[in-house]
C-alpha cells in the first residue's frame, strides 16, 4: 500500500488545563481525493487542523505529512492553509494581489522579492477564482465570498499538495459556492488532496469523495456512500442535530414502508431516503433551484413545515 | 537672510543634531506603521518608560545606555508575558502595571544618585546635549535597525497581516517577533535621547497613523511614514535652534500638525472626503457607497441569493 499523504497515528492533543481536544485519532488520507472533516462545534475540527499545521503539538502519537514531519513540511511548502475569514483585519493596507503574493514567499529566497514566476502564480491563481479583476482593490472592500476566494487563490498561489480549508462554505455566496467546489474537484483531478472541515451536513455528499466524522476521535472515515449513514452520523452528533423523519404511512396510504430522514443543524439539510428512514443520500441542488423558482422560502416558513422536530 | 537660514548648519553639534534625530525619526516611523495595525501602539510607550532605570543605573556603573536599556526592555517585556500567563489581567492594566513600576523605580535611582545622571534628559531628552560617543551609538542603533527593517519588511508584514498563515509558510514567526520587539526597544532607546521618555510614544505612533490615511498599500504607508518621521524630527531639531525651544516638543507637534492637516484633506479617508462621498450617496442613494461602487463589478446575482442559498 502507498503511504498516505497525510497519516495521523493514535494523535492525541491536550490543552493546559487538562482538556483533551483530540484522543487517539488515527487517519490516512490520499492524494487526489477531496475528505470532508464533518462533527459538531467543539469536536475538535479546528484542533486536528491546527495539529496538521504545526500549532498544537501532539501530547501523543504521530503526525507525517508526505513521510515528513510537520515542520519539514511546512518548509516544504506541502501544505496549503485557508483559513476562517474572521480573524483577519479587513482595514490592513493590503491589496487583493499583495494577499495572494504572500503565498508565494515559501518559494521565494530571503529578501521575498518577486520574480516573473511568482507574478504569473499569482495571476494564475486569482484568475482561477474569478478574481483577477480586483486585484488592486484593498482587500476590505470585497463582499464575503470575494474574501474567502481571495484567500483561496492565496493556497492556490502556493502551489500546494495538500489543502487545508476551515469552514470554506460559512458567509459566502452560492455562486462562490458552486466555483469553489469545481474548484476543489479541478484539484483533486490532478492530485491534490483537499481537506475540508465543515459543519454543513448537507453539503458534504455534494462535493466530497471521502468523510472523515469525528468526535474527539476519529469514529468512521471513508467513502461518502458508505460512511456518511444515518448511524454514523448520529453516534457523531448524538443529540445536537434536528432530526426529522416522514414515513411511508404519513405520506402515501400504500404498503410502501420507506421513510425520509431530515438531519440539519439550520444550514443545508442531508436528506436520506429509504428503509428504516433511508439508506440513501438524496442529492438535491436541482431539487434546490426548482424549488426557488416557484417560491423562495423565508428561513420562518422553512421552519414551520416541519412535521417533527427534536433530539435524537 | 540665507545666511541666517543656514547658521544652524555652521555649529558641528547642530549639524549632527538634525541629522541624527532624521535618523531617528525615520527609524521610530517606519516600526510605526507595524505598531499601529496590531493595536500595540501604547507598547512603545511601555517600553520607553520601562528602559529608564536601565539607562540610569548604566549612567551610574559608567556602562553605555544601549546595554541597560536593553536589559531593562527585555526584563520588562517578559514580566508583562510572564503576568500575563498567570493571572486573567487585561493587557492593558498588565502593560499599566509593569511599566509605571519600571519608570517608578528609575526616578527612585535618578533621585538617590541625582548628580550621576540629568534627569531631565531621560524624561524630556535633548539631542541637542548628546555626547559624541552617544551619537555613535544612536548611528549604530537606528543604521543597524533600518537595514533589518528594510531586510525582512516584507515578513513582518506576513506576520502582522495573518500570523497563522506566516506559519504555514514556514516563516520563523516567533523568532521575528522577538526581533521586532528588539528593533522596537531599540528604536526607543534611541528616542528616548531624541525627545525623552514621554513623546517617544508619539514618534512611534504619529507618522504611521498619518500615513495610513493616505494609502492603501503597505510598502507606500511605510515609505511616506519614514518621509514623514524623517523631515518632521530633522526639522524640528533645525527649528528649534531659532525657537530656543526643546527639540523633542517641536518634533512632535510638527508631526501632530501634519496629522491634522492629513485628517482633513486626506484623499480617501479624510474628513472632507468623507463628507463628498456622504454627499454624493445621498443624491444617489441606489448606490451604497458613492462614486466608489460604480466601478466595481459587483456581482449583484450572489448578493442577491446569498439568503435564499444558504437556507436549503
Keep these: ?312 | 537672510m540665507i545666511e541666517s537660514l543656514l547658521e544652524p548648519f555652521t555649529y558641528n553639534y547642530m549639524t549632527n543634531a538634525i541629522l541624527v534625530s532624521a535618523l531617528v525619526g525615520g527609524t521610530c516611523a517606519f516600526l510605526s506603521s507595524y505598531l499601529i495595525l496590531k493595536g500595540w501602539a501604547l507598547m512603545g510607550d511601555a517600553l520607553a518608560h520601562s528602559i529608564v532605570p536601565g539607562v540610569a543605573l548604566a549612567y551610574i556603573l559608567g556602562l553605555p545606555y544601549v546595554i541597560g536599556a536593553f536589559f531593562a526592555g527585555a526584563l520588562a517585556a517578559s514580566s508583562i508575558m510572564f503576568v500575563k500567563k498567570i493571572t486573567r489581567l487585561k493587557e492593558d492594566t498588565i502593560l499599566g502595571l509593569v511599566f509605571t513600576t519600571f519608570f517608578a523605580f528609575g526616578l527612585l535611582l535618578v533621585s538617590i544618585k541625582p548628580t550621576a545622571i540629568d534627569l531631565q534628559a531621560i524624561i524630556l531628552g535633548n539631542i541637542l546635549a548628546v555626547s559624541d560617543s552617544d551619537i555613535v551609538q544612536l548611528v549604530f542603533i537606528c543604521t543597524t535597525c533600518l537595514i533589518l527593517l528594510i531586510l525582512k519588511w516584507r515578513d513582518f508584514m506576513a506576520i502582522f497581516f495573518d500570523e497563522n498563515h506566516a506559519r504555514t509558510i514556514a516563516l520563523p514567526v516567533g523568532r521575528l517577533k522577538i526581533l521586532f520587539f528588539a528593533l522596537l526597544s531599540a528604536a526607543t532607546v534611541s528616542a528616548l535621547q531624541t525627545v525623552g521618555a514621554c513623546l517617544v510614544i508619539a514618534m512611534v505612533i504619529t507618522p504611521g497613523a498619518t500615513a495610513y490615511l493616505l494609502t492603501e498599500r503597505f510598502h507606500k504607508m511605510i515609505i511616506l511614514s519614514v518621509f514623514i518621521g524623517t523631515t518632521t524630527s530633522a526639522l524640528g531639531a533645525y527649528l528649534s535652534y531659532f525657537l530656543n525651544t526643546n527639540p523633542g516638543g517641536l518634533i512632535v507637534t510638527l508631526q501632530t500638525f501634519i496629522f491634522i492637516v492629513i485628517f482633513f484633506l486626506a484623499p480617501k479617508h479624510g474628513v472632507f472626503a468623507q463628507r463628498r462621498i456622504m454627499r454624493k450617496q445621498s443624491n444617489n442613494s441606489a448606490l451604497p457607497y458613492g462614486d466608489n461602487i460604480t466601478s466595481l463589478p459587483v456581482d449583484n446575482q450572489s448578493i442577491f441569493s446569498t439568503n435564499t442559498g444558504e437556507q436549503k
Excluded at chain 1, 448537507?202 to 448511524?231: K, M, W
Design chain 1, 1 to 312: 500500500m502507498t503511504d498516505g499523504l497525510i497519516t495521523m497515528k493514535n494523535v492525541s492533543v491536550t490543552y493546559p488545563g487538562g482538556n483533551v481536544a483530540l484522543q487517539d485519532v488515527n487517519l490516512t488520507l490520499h492524494k487526489g481525493t477531496i475528505c470532508g472533516l464533518v462533527g459538531i462545534n467543539g469536536a475538535g475540527k479546528s484542533t486536528l487542523f491546527k495539529a496538521i499545521l504545526g500549532f498544537e503539538t501532539p501530547s501523543n502519537g504521530e503526525i507525517r505529512i508526505a513521510g515528513n514531519t510537520v515542520k519539514k513540511a511546512l518548509k516544504r511548502n506541502i501544505v496549503a492553509y485557508v483559513p476562517q475569514t474572521e480573524d483577519i483585519d479587513w482595514d490592513f493596507p493590503i491589496l487583493v494581489e499583495d494577499v495572494v503574493m504572500t503565498g508565494r514567499y515559501g518559494h521565494m529566497g530571503v529578501l521575498r522579492l518577486a520574480k516573473t514566476k511568482d507574478k504569473m502564480a499569482v495571476n494564475e491563481a486569482l484568475e482561477r477564482v474569478d478574481m483577477l479583476s480586483y486585484r488592486k482593490r484593498q482587500i476590505g472592500e470585497l463582499s464575503g465570498g470575494q474574501k474567502k476566494r481571495v484567500f483561496v487563490a492565496r493556497a492556490l498561489a502556493q502551489s500546494a499538495q495538500i489543502m487545508l480549508l476551515d469552514e470554506p462554505f460559512t458567509g459566502i455566496d452560492i455562486k462562490t459556492e458552486e466555483s469553489l467546489i469545481t474548484l476543489f474537484r479541478d484539484l483533486s483531478a490532478n492530485g491534490t488532496l483537499v481537506f475540508v472541515s465543515t459543519h454543513n451536513l448537507g453539503s458534504v455528499p455534494r462535493f466530497c469523495d471521502e468523510v472523515a466524522l469525528l468526535n474527539r476521535t476519529i469514529l468512521a472515515h471513508g467513502p461518502v456512500e458508505t460512511t456518511y449513514s444515518q448511524n454514523n452520523l448520529i453516534k457523531t452528533f448524538g443529540g445536537k442535530l434536528r432530526h426529522h423523519q416522514l414515513f411511508g404511512h404519513v405520506l402515501h396510504d400504500d404498503a410502501d414502508t420507506r421513510g425520509v430522514t431530515v438531519l440539519t443543524d439550520c444550514e443545508r439539510p442531508l436528506v436520506l431516503y429509504g428503509e428504516q428512514g433511508g439508506q440513501k443520500i438524496v442529492r438535491m441542488p436541482e431539487q434546490d433551484t426548482s424549488h426557488e423558482s416557484e417560491s423562495p422560502p423565508t428561513p420562518q416558513e422553512d421552519k414551520e413545515e416541519k412535521p417533527t422536530e427534536g433530539g435524537f
